[in-house]
């Protein structure tokens, strides 16, 4: 493992951090002013490969190509930072066996754990609220059951395993409200031994579950129809709305809804769109970003090329925008979000009134992977 | 003095002369030129036989019974001329045509549930004779291009479009239809300039369309081929797949030594893979060309009387295209330099 420096980190964290004066023109438009005040952003966090087909763990601006990176023996899936220390965990992706925990400030690995004998982890992770712990999908591949592997964060000892609620668990994250994991059950069974192939595609059984952290069970489920609509990526409001982003294993000339939505004790819902606002986006979702304080979720749909945003309150699809391979998708505060693609662009969008591009930084011979996510500003002084 | 000032400016407006010179006939410029060109002939030659297609959908309408037989066939080779000019425009998949989701409303596919079928003869029995254009552009998107067209003039199992007034009249909205979106497309396309900022946007643009419509293509072909279903052939009812893919090949090879050939001679391995590449599309084209014209028919045969020879000609065929498919998705980037659908292609 080597980490390479391309730029001083001094100068990228002060460019990271104290605003845009350095690279904006003299001249400022008016939505230029707004993100001149407002992007004290903290760098970005994204697995990617290479030109080379290296792979890598990327801490990057938003703004500049300036990056730091970390190489990686194998393509990771998702980074999830700590919220209240300078480290995160990227996680290998499906069927990989590495957590690699960093430190982002430092950029230096700290630890790399191996899963469990017969284990393997689904690429995604979060951390408690208070950050004592660190959850990961995980699944034991003798009895395909899906799980939930729990590390406690100051010796990243693993010190509990949960029932995810279902077969292949993906995308996690915390309730903003209670103490509850809410896990994507994908519902695809696979095995190390066929590498990628989805075994079970004619009895699958995704859901969307909730687990309750003190009980250790789960406590709510929901599933949704046709089963062949595999319950993947998510993210969840402020205020606890669910937004789920589904990839369709049916047939190709299917026309179904992409992007669900559940909200206090409802029942999984679409969202609202026409016909071809579903085949646009080509049966497959990659990241969910829900920007509770705009009122808007980004939604991105690689193999059709595609970002969506959508209204949180009317759950109406409100603008679709063309990106080639739109891949991961983060907010940087209340009204901007950033898209990265396959093809190394980070674009920034303002979601507060019309979605706008803002800002494209392009990272030539660098294809990010599908998820994004960003450090916490609470830590970054230089 | 002065005649000595005048030549100081003399050379200076001469250097910038060249300076402009060299940038208006820099490779990106003519490149840029050549796709901007390129786009404007292929979206002009869409909209002309569109054109005739709903000419002579409206001559079958109009036409005396007797002479019906005459304008059908007329009509039918309009739809063939038509799908030919779709798929060599398929290639331009970025843009308009993207960002308004305009090619669902050319081509439905795939079509593995006969919904084509399913959605015309609901839209028929929920309408009148009187249908107009404006009921199909609103109606699904599945109703308005080629694939209800092509079901309409070519299906043996229901009723002639030629002694059906209601049928020839949604007909005639289909191709309207198809018209109106065509010369959008073509006064449109580049109502949102292109991003090409330098060279390296321009490669990564033209290849990723390349790839990806190889990939496209492939997938086309192979979902029947691979199957072997005669019934999940794109075009099966007109039996006009087989010659689909050729048109596919043919633009591909097009675009690739309009576009892209000119990059790829700097160093000894590029000119290596130009050559490759410029000879697997034309063993490509020939090999499909050798082939029986009806796909359906071939498989038909294969899935009846099992015949070896047939599945070997398929085989070798879908081999090259695979093998070309590669080239252009694989090695064509690394020797640009590009990136092409990391995560469009294997996401999770």
């Known amino acids: 493992m080597s980490f390479e420096q391309p730029i001083n980190r001094r100068t990228f964290l002060q460019n990271s951090f104290f605003g845009l004066s350095a690279f904006c023109s003299p001249t400022l438009s008016a939505t230029e002013q707004i993100l001149n005040k407002t992007t004290k952003t903290p760098p970005l966090l994204s697995a990617a490969k290479d030109n080379k087909g290296n792979y890598r763990i990327c801490i990057f601006s938003p703004w500049q190509s300036q990056l730091f990176s970390l190489a990686l023996p194998h393509r990771a899936h998702s980074i999830t930072p700590h919220p209240n220390q300078p480290i995160a965990v990227c996680v290998d992706r499906r069927p990989g066996r590495q957590l690699y925990i960093f430190d982002y400030q430092k950029h230096q690995l700290l630890q790399q754990l191996t899963a469990l004998p017969n284990h393997h982890f689904y690429g995604h992770g979060v951390f408690s609220h208070d950050g004592e712990y660190f959850f990961t999908t995980e699944q034991h591949w003798p009895t395909s059951r899906g799980q939930i592997g729990v590390y406690q964060t100051h010796n990243f000892k693993r010190v509990d395993t949960l029932s995810s609620g279902g077969i292949g668990p993906h995308e996690i994250r915390l309730h903003p409200q209670r103490n509850q994991l809410i896990i994507a059950n994908g519902g695809i069974q696979t095995h190390p031994d066929y590498d990628r192939r989805k075994l079970n595609i004619d009895t699958m059984e995704p859901n969307l579950s909730l687990i309750d952290l003190a009980k250790g069970d789960v406590q709510q489920q929901w599933t949704f129809n046709p089963k062949q609509l595999s319950i993947r990526h998510l993210d969840v409001g402020e205020d606890g709305l669910i937004i789920v982003g589904l990839q369709y294993q049916g047939d190709q000339s299917d026309i179904v809804p992409l992007v669900l939505y559940q909200q206090g004790n409802s029942e999984l819902q679409p969202m609202h769109t026409d016909e071809i606002g579903w085949l646009q986006l080509n049966q497959y979702i990659a990241s969910v970003c829900v920007m509770t304080r705009c009122n808007t979720a980004a939604i991105t749909a690689p193999r059709a090329n595609k970002v969506t945003f959508w209204d949180l309150k009317t759950k109406q699809l409100r603008k679709t925008i063309s990106l080639i391979d739109a891949a991961g998708a983060i907010a940087l505060n209340d009204q901007l979000c950033a898209i990265t693609t396959g093809t190394g662009e980070v674009h920034i969008f303002d979601c507060k009134t019309d979605i706008k591009k803002v800002h494209t930084t392009k990272y030539n011979n660098i294809a990010w992977d599908n998820h994004l996510n960003i450090a916490n500003a609470v830590h970054e002084s230089v | ?348």
């Not at chain 2, 820099?26 to 869409?46: C, G, H, V, W």
């Not at chain 2, 000019?85 to 993207?98: E, P, R, S, T, Y």
């Not at chain 2, 067209?149 to 309207?176: G, H, M, W």
């Not at chain 2, 090879?253 to 990059?263: A, V």
């Open chain 2, 1 to 348: 003095m002065k005649y000595l000032h005048f030549n100081h400016y003399r050379r200076i407006y001469s250097k910038c002369l060249l300076i402009s010179c060299i940038l208006i006939a820099s490779p990106l410029r003519a490149n840029t030129d050549s796709l901007t060109k390129l786009i404007e002939t292929t979206y002009a030659n869409l909209t002309t036989h569109a054109e005739t297609l709903h000419q002579s959908s409206q001559q079958l309408c109009k036409s005396p019974a007797t002479q019906q037989p005459a304008h059908l066939v007329t009509s039918q080779q309009a739809w063939r001329d038509v799908m030919g000019a779709w798929i060599k425009a398929d290639i331009i998949n970025f843009g308009l045509v993207v960002d308004e989701n305009i090619a669902w409303r050319f081509q439905f596919w795939p079509d593995k549930k006969n919904l084509v079928k399913r959605k015309v003869e609901q839209f028929l029995q929920q309408h009148s004779d009187a249908i107009t254009e404006q009921q199909v552009a609103q109606a699904s998107v599945i109703l308005q291009g080629l694939s209800s067209a092509e079901y309409l003039l070519f299906d043996q199992n229901s009723p002639s479009v030629a002694d059906n007034n209601q049928r020839c009249q949604l007909l005639v909205a289909i191709t309207k239809v198809l018209v109106k979106n065509s010369r959008y497309l073509q006064k449109q396309w580049n109502k949102q300039q292109l991003s090409i900022k330098n060279q390296h946007d321009y490669l990564a643009l033209v290849s990723n369309a390349l790839a990806s419509y190889l990939e496209k293509t492939y997938k086309k072909w192979s979902l029947a081929v691979l199957k072997e279903n005669p019934y999940f052939a794109e075009s099966w009812r007109s039996q006009h797949s087989n010659e689909n893919v050729q048109q596919s090949l043919m633009a591909a090879n097009r675009w690739y030594q309009q576009l892209i050939l000119p990059y790829l001679n700097d160093t000894k391995a590029k000119q290596v893979l130009a050559k490759s590449l410029s000879t697997n599309f034309q063993q490509t084209i020939t090999q499909f060309k050798a082939l029986p014209t009806s796909l359906f028919k071939m498989l038909q045969t294969i899935k009846q009387q099992e015949k070896q020879s047939a599945v070997n000609q398929l085989q070798t065929a879908t081999q090259q295209l695979r093998s070309l498919k590669k080239q252009v998705t694989v090695d064509l980037p690394q020797a640009l330099d590009v990136l092409i659908g990391f995560n469009a292609n294997d996401g999770d």
